[in-house]
């Protein structure tokens, strides 16, 4: 349930921001109380865009040459599902498990 609280949504950059106007707008439709964005970069243009859409823009980065997210980052690797999963369940429970699917099914 949504509705009266705030949400922060998060991504690892905005390029145009259009994933994330078409998120705020399914999200506006649940009623929260303030979106707020948070981004480690993006260009200022795209926030200006956003700052129209969401009570809060937090953006760390602002380069007007932007080019792409991934030039911004040392490591711009994809994360496993599995990693995903594991931190989700740490965030839960303060217990990480770092091992992949496979290495679980033979431990």
């Given at each position: 349930?949504?509705?009266?609280?705030?949400?922060?949504i998060?991504?690892d950059?905005?390029?145009?921001?259009?994933?994330?106007l078409?998120?705020?707008a399914a999200?506006?439709?649940e009623?929260?109380?303030?979106?707020?964005?948070?981004?480690?970069v993006?260009?200022?243009e795209?926030?200006?865009?956003l700052?129209?859409a969401?009570?809060?823009?937090i953006?760390?980065?602002?380069?007007?040459l932007?080019?792409?997210i991934?030039?911004?980052?040392?490591?711009f690797?994809?994360v496993?599902d599995?990693?995903?999963?594991?931190?989700l369940r740490?965030?839960?429970?303060?217990?990480?498990?770092?091992a992949?699917?496979?290495?679980l099914?033979?431990s």
């Amino acid at each position: 349930e949504l509705r009266g609280r705030s949400v922060i949504i998060v991504d690892d950059g905005a390029a145009t921001g259009a994933t994330m106007l078409a998120a705020l707008a399914a999200l506006r439709l649940e009623n929260p109380g303030e979106l707020i964005v948070a981004l480690p970069v993006a260009p200022p243009e795209t926030c200006d865009r956003l700052r129209a859409a969401a009570e809060r823009v937090i953006c760390l980065q602002t380069p007007s040459l932007f080019f792409a997210i991934g030039t911004w980052y040392r490591n711009f690797d994809q994360v496993a599902d599995y990693e995903v999963a594991n931190l989700l369940r740490e965030a839960a429970d303060g217990v990480a498990d770092t091992a992949a699917p496979e290495q679980l099914a033979t431990s």
